[in-house]
């Protein structure tokens, strides 16, 4: 079917292209015979433009209702701290074949923060949601410290469903950076104020002390069921609920993969995907793979590759769910590199791979990015990471 559609676009450009230089080439000669002649080529030429119309017009009405350039659904999956190696360590220790090799448009960014060469989670949380560059430790504020709409809030406006889901709590740097505004990451219950009167219609991670056990008394379970959430603290459920949703089922941080997490992630990406997919004006959803970057800091390479293997298992979730839903653009990145990690030799045997780290910290390296879906070849090419807000924000625009 792809190859149908591009030949139909050759074959409709190269007549379109013919009758042009037809016209062109006739111009000269008009200008010295009569406006008779003049009125026939131009009548010609109408004609032309009609059947290239009407043919254009079969073309759509043959093949599938799938607008290939505008996405209905929005999914950003973002692995913190996810950079090259780490991807590629997917492709040596996974089981299965890589789920990143499944995508057609691959691009760098650039993700320097306006404070620091090297971006912390929270400025470049803040980049992809809001489309600014800022501070370390910003969340949605301006390096003015001044609120910055965030891309939840302006899809919002439109209709569209919100979700986020971390494997960290849901009021870390970079699902925080989606729906509250606070001048320090670190303002974890203050960030958490936010979400219950935010337009996220689906949540779920970690940091339940946050809501429940606050040092200020207030009582954000309460304040989230009176917004209409249905919340579940033990299991995640097995069916999407009528009503929004939210989902905290650790105090802080969900166990890692070593320690038994199971399939959280995937599985709670599939219930969101179920849940958002029940409104007709498309969705936006944020999933973060969290603990790629706690493994980098920890330079503890099995930890960081149960990590990345969970991530890639669930970039599998959604282009599973893409084959139903076509017009789902998958974008997928990361805020920046965690631990100069890197796919070493074992003294020097090439045939031997001892995973390695540079540093305990966050790296400068360019972060890969994926797409797939409608709009996806916007994505490809090296440009700052505030770009992808400002290419979603255009392809939404265009709904
Ligand atoms: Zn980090």
Redesign the pocket.
Known sequence: MEEYKKEVFLTTSNILLTSSQFFLRNFEVLKKNTMNHFLSLLCIFLLMLKSIASFSQTVKGTSQEVNTTTPKNIVLLIG??MGLSQISAGFFYGDQPSNFERFPVVGLLKTSASSDLIT??AASGTAYASGIKTYNGAIGMTKDTVAVKTIVELVSESDMSTGLIATSSITH?TPASFYAHVASRRSYEEIATFLPHSDVDFFAGGGLKFFSERSDGRDLISELEQQGFELSTQSLPKQPSEKKQAILLAEDALPTMLEGRGNFLPEATQLALDHLSENTNGFFLMVEGSQI??G??ANDADYLIAEQLDFDTTIGVVLAYMIENPDTLLIVTA??E?GGFTLATDTGDYNKIKPSFSTT??SASLIPIFAKGPGANLFGGIYENTGVFHKIMDLLENR
Do not use: F, K, V
Request: glycine share 22%.
């Open positions: 913190d701290g912390d989670s740097a970057d706690w980098g800091h805020d920046h965690t910290g966050h």
